[in-house]
Nanobody, 126 residues
Framework: QVQLVESGGGLVQAGGSLRLSCAASGRTFSTIAMGWFRQAPGKEREFVAA????????YVADSVKGRFTISRDNAKNTVYLQMNSLKPEDTAVYYC???????????????????WGQGTQVTVSS
């Protein structure tokens, strides 16, 4: 069992930066893939970024590529999402997720993530 708690959300002006953190409990953190998803009001939840259990493979959505970076610290059981050059369209609730995903090609598949955090709000003002 893995429990996830996100933090770091808030209100920021367009062009600004935020770093989200996701602290995980459970002894299997270092063996599972981690991802970030987001859901804007009235829209479906969408994939943002993910990385393999070792951190050696990452996958980032085209909409945030070059602006967002995902990383993990297995010693701290924490995954991060560094968000730079934020845009108003990045406004959403951001969710951390974990799953036993073996193939890099599957890192963006939402249904493969078994554990979810409660979400943290990110609001980007224009």
């Amino acid at each position: 069992q893995v429990q996830l708690v996100e933090s770091g959300g808030g209100l920021v002006q367009a062009g600004g930066s935020l770093r989200l953190s996701c602290a995980a409990s459970g002894r299997t953190f270092s063996t599972i893939a981690m991802g970030w998803f987001r859901q804007a009001p009235g829209k479906e939840r969408e994939f943002v970024a993910a990385l393999s259990w070792s951190g050696s493979s990452t996958y980032v959505a085209d909409s945030v590529k070059g602006r967002f970076t995902i990383s993990r610290d297995n010693a701290k059981n924490t995954v991060y999402l560094q968000m730079n050059s934020l845009k108003p369209e990045d406004t959403a609730v951001y969710y951390c997720a974990a799953g036993r995903i073996s193939h890099v090609q599957e890192l963006g598949v939402m249904s493969l993530y078994n554990y979810w955090g409660q979400g943290t709000q990110v609001t980007v003002s224009s």
